[in-house]
């Protein structure tokens, strides 16, 4: 267990619902692809004016560049887990490199707790509606904080933070009991880096990774092709660390992504060890695995589910 990290309960969150249209338009906010699309179109411009710094400026602006093209945290919560009809324990998680991380705690049987670990935007506010269903169908308890810098979190995202910020909440899970082998670890598109790198580090009973990519580098080539391989410092190394990792693997994407290709997905498969599972969601994009796939999505889950169950049990 990480030294220095606190895991702190709050007060219990109330129950209320939310109509359903509002919950589609939450369930496909928060993600990557809108606003990488959106940088997309203005990432030239602000490139080409970066050959005109000198000196340690140079160091700064890269930096501050790739802040601007990985990150698009969202400070405002747009829900609540009240909002969706969820009983939820708003807790405390302390960093090792002491940034203190809000999130809650929602309860399911108890038999399993999902450490979720989710993409570069929005907060956890947006992922509400997915946890809503896979805690009604599965049972799994759950622990959703948030990054650093991302809604109520301290701090600024940072390859080595968003690492600090994942160890910190795995060892939340464990200080709340749960023996390792009950641990199931999801990352979702940037957040599957984060969920590699603790797997890495860290015992765990399943991994689920959702629209995975390589590398940072590996993806940035694709979506920038302008963008020098000097302006990309941050690895997110998945295609370098999955060999490492012998617990039970699913790898979920889908076929219409247009972010990270299937590609990666695919190429990621290939390089990490038995037990290993691949999910194709037809007519999935980056995401909206749960909307374009429905059962079929969920179908995925639950044999993952019980096939890693039985090979920890």
Partial sequence: MATGVACGCGSLVATANLREPSERRLAT?????NTLRRLRTVGSPVAGRIPTVRGDKVLLAVHELEQAFLYFPERALVASPADL????????????????LSGYWLA????????????????LSH??????????????????????????SQGQPSEAGLYADGLAMYACAVQRGYDPAQIVLLGQSLGAAVAVEVARQQPAGALILET???????????????????????????????GQLIIPKL??????????????????FDLAPEPKYFALVPGAGHNDLLIAGGELYLEAWRQFLAVSHASVG
């Fill in 85 to 100: 009809g969820l009983v939820a324990q708003e807790i405390t998680v302390q960093t090792a490199d002491r940034v203190m």
């Fill in 212 to 242: 995975p990519f390589l590398s940072m580098p590996a993806l940035a080539r694709e979506l920038y092709p302008w963008l020098s391989p000097l302006m990309v410092r941050s690895r997110f190394d998945n295609a370098a660390k999955i």
């Fill in 29 to 33: 906010k928060g993600y990557d692809a």
């Fill in 251 to 268: 790898i979920v994407h889908g076929d219409q992504d247009e972010v990270v290709p299937l590609a990666h997905g695919r190429q990621l």
């Fill in 108 to 123: 399911g049987s108890g038999e399993r707790v999902l450490v979720w670990y989710y993409g570069n935007a929005g907060n």
């Fill in 127 to 152: 992922r509400l509606p997915l946890a809503r269903v896979l805690l009604n169908r599965f049972g799994l308890d759950m622990l959703l904080v948030d990054y650093r810098g991302y809604g109520r």
